[in-house]
């Protein structure tokens, strides 16, 4: 089994250190041959940065494979749901226990995530050298 996600995609703009890539994501039950019939298939356009990729040669319009591992994947759905639930049940369950006002644990759990993704928001850089896609 591979240890790589991979999408076909098309060059859509290069800039500096950046390639912009549009790939075509699909459920498993897009390809299906009754997928026009049946209202669960669907797919949806995504535009996929590729930081560092100066060594490729590449034109706008060119047909490419961008490639992610799945560690990868699993540490940014780490860091974008998992971690933010954890803060975010933790501080409502603090509050409830505190205060025992269900509505004041809500409100604070909600915005127990705003510093969290203000957080995110500020290593961003770093954070994209670390979760990247490459071109294969």
């Known amino acids: 089994m591979s240890n790589k996600i991979k999408h076909s995609g098309v060059v859509e703009k290069i800039m500096d250190d950046c390639i912009q890539v549009r790939i075509v994501q699909t459920s498993a039950c897009a390809a299906c041959k009754v997928a026009g019939y049946c209202n669960a298939s669907e797919s949806k356009e995504k535009l996929i940065d ?47 226990q505190t205060t025992g006002s269900e509505g004041r644990a809500a409100l604070s759990g909600l ?15 770093r954070l994209r050298d670390k979760l990247s896609f490459s071109i294969e």
């Open 111 to 125: 915005l127990a995530l705003v510093p969290y993704y203000a957080v995110l928001y500020l290593f961003r850089n």
């Open 50 to 96: 590729v930081y560092h990729a100066g060594s490729h040669r590449l034109n706008v319009g060119d047909a490419v494979t961008v490639t992610a591992s799945t560690q990868v994947a699993a540490h940014a759905l780490l860091l974008g749901f998992g971690l933010p639930f954890i803060v975010m049940v933790t501080v409502l369950v603090v509050v409830l």
